[in-house]
């Protein structure tokens, strides 16, 4: 099947250049964009020559009995039980501080604040296992839907299956390899069209900012502020998904949005499930996006950049957000404004994809979540990392590494298992 489909992408990869960068393609077959070839080659944004190096890489502070949170270690499930103020009272160890210069940070502001409060390691060079952590004992998250975005993370973001390292911003492969001569790059979150997708909230396309995916736009936030009406509930963000859309679609040339793309709406959705702060009524106001967010408003009305920072006296949700949960908002934000899976095409027309429960470019309105879950499941064990392009492949290794973490609590679901030989 993935031979197939390899054939498929390379036939099309002229008509469809956008096709050139998803997972699995060989972009050196191909002539690659400037900028993704110049991010490739470790010069602009988010290569290796500008990624920041901290020589001091230190562990990020773990729970302790007196400051137990969910209680989540080494990967393990926690407590699942919620409704507690984050950090802590007292807990000085994951108290706010600043990233320096040598500290890497990415676009996903969620893993950023948890970086700056050192649930992740501090320096932004984290692991399969403080992911895991992080999410239970910060946000609830779920142990099922923590998985997957474990999973997700460090196999289409291209983090590194074996050390199991992943940097939440830029290139950091020498730190997260297990050999870099062996591996290729491992270009972390800011590595475009795996787990960074075109039309995000608040970060640019690609292709439109010489590569640079991952800063804060404070223009973005005040239009996504603006459409929500300062409450950034399912209805509000489904409305300025569907704008964003219309605008990278417009701007971007090389727009494509792919089934990964599901996870913008999952990634949303943590604005009014995850982000809420039970001080403030669960509500998902300004105060707390905005300090989730890293936004300052300014004095003539523009958003600038703070670091990203857990608002103070926060207190996360009482029920863990499970995968069943995050599968419901997907779907539901998707509908209530859905638009076209595919992308932009070299002779200037949008062409619409086929990939599980997605036809002909749409999901149907009666997808269960059950099928939502397998859509997940499928982007998770079929993704190709581009650590895989480099002399040794070992794609057996990775795609293991992604049966391990999700096979069992996928099994019952129904969902296809991938060979690994």
């Known amino acids: 099947m993935k031979q197939a489909i390899f054939a498929l992408l390379v036939s099309g990869t002229y008509a469809f250049p956008w096709v050139a960068e998803q997972p699995g393609v060989d972009s050196s077959l191909f002539k690659a964009r400037r900028a993704h070839k110049r991010q490739q080659a470790g010069e602009g944004a988010g290569g290796p020559a500008t990624c920041p190096f901290n020589a001091n890489h230190v562990a990020a502070s773990p729970v302790t009995s007196k400051y137990p949170y969910n209680n989540a270690k080494n990967g393990l499930p926690g407590l699942g039980k919620g409704g507690f103020q984050v950090p802590a009272t007292g807990d000085t160890a994951h108290a706010f501080v600043a990233p320096g210069p040598n500290d890497?940070?990415?676009?996903?502001?969620?893993?950023?604040?948890?970086?700056?409060?050192?649930?992740?390691?501090?320096?932004?060079?984290?692991?399969?296992?403080?992911?895991?952590?992080?999410?239970?004992?910060i946000y609830n998250v779920g142990y099922d839907l923590a998985l997957v975005l474990a999973v997700l993370g460090l196999t289409t973001a291209d983090g590194d299956p074996v050390t199991e390292?992943?940097?939440?911003?830029?290139?950091?492969?020498?730190?997260?390899?297990?050999?870099?001569?062996?591996?290729?790059?491992?270009?972390?979150?800011?590595?475009?069209?795996?787990?960074?997708?075109?039309?995000?909230?608040?970060?640019?396309d690609f292709f439109t900012h010489n590569g640079d995916d991952f800063s804060f736009n404070g223009t973005l936030f005040g239009m996504m502020d603006k459409t929500c009406g300062s409450n950034f509930d399912v209805a509000g963000l489904s409305l300025y998904r569907k704008q964003r859309w219309h605008q990278s679609q417009?701007?971007?040339?090389?727009?494509?949005?792919?089934?990964?793309?599901?996870?913008?709406?999952?990634?949303?959705?943590?604005?009014?499930?995850?982000?809420?702060?039970?001080?403030?009524?669960?509500?998902?106001?300004?105060?707390?996006?905005?300090?989730?967010?890293?936004?300052?408003?300014?004095?003539?009305?523009?958003?600038?950049?703070?670091?990203?920072?857990?608002?103070?006296?926060?207190?996360?949700?009482v029920s863990p957000y499970s995968g069943v949960d995050v599968n419901v908002q997907i779907v539901t934000m998707y509908l209530e404004n859905p638009v076209l899976f595919g992308g932009?095409?070299?002779?200037?027309?949008?062409?619409?994809?086929?990939?599980?429960?997605?036809?002909?470019?749409?999901?149907?309105?009666?997808?269960?979540?059950?099928?939502?879950?397998?859509?997940?499941?499928?982007?998770?064990?079929?993704?190709?990392?581009?650590?895989?392009?480099?002399?040794?492949?070992?794609?057996?290794?990775?795609?293991?590494?992604?049966?391990?973490?999700?096979?069992?609590?996928?099994?019952?679901?129904?969902?296809?298992?991938?060979?690994?030989?």
């Open 344 to 421: 932009n095409t070299a002779a200037g027309h949008f062409d619409t994809l086929n990939f599980g429960a997605i036809k002909n470019g749409t999901i149907s309105a009666d997808i269960t979540s059950a099928e939502t879950a397998r859509l997940l499941y499928q982007l998770a064990t079929q993704s190709v990392p581009s650590s895989l392009n480099g002399v040794v492949t070992p794609t057996v290794d990775a795609l293991a590494f992604a049966l391990k973490k999700l096979g069992p609590a996928y099994k019952n679901l129904g969902c296809p298992t991938a060979l690994t030989k």
């Open 165 to 204: 390292k992943l940097s939440i911003g830029c290139d950091a492969t020498t730190r997260t390899s297990v050999n870099p001569a062996l591996t290729g790059s491992e270009p972390g979150l800011d590595g475009h069209n795996k787990f960074e997708s075109d039309a995000s909230l608040t970060r640019n």
């Open 104 to 137: 890497i940070r990415g676009p996903c502001p969620g893993l950023n604040a948890a970086a700056n409060h050192n649930f992740l390691a501090h320096d932004g060079i984290t692991t399969f296992n403080e992911l895991m952590d992080a999410q239970q004992n």
């Open 250 to 317: 417009v701007e971007n040339p090389n727009f494509y949005f792919g089934p990964l793309a599901l996870l913008l709406y999952g990634a949303a959705s943590f604005l009014y499930e995850l982000m809420p702060s039970g001080t403030h009524g669960y509500a998902p106001d300004l105060a707390t996006i905005s300090s989730f967010f890293g936004a300052e408003k300014q004095s003539d009305g523009s958003w600038g950049f703070v670091h990203e920072k857990i608002p103070p006296n926060w207190t996360n949700r």
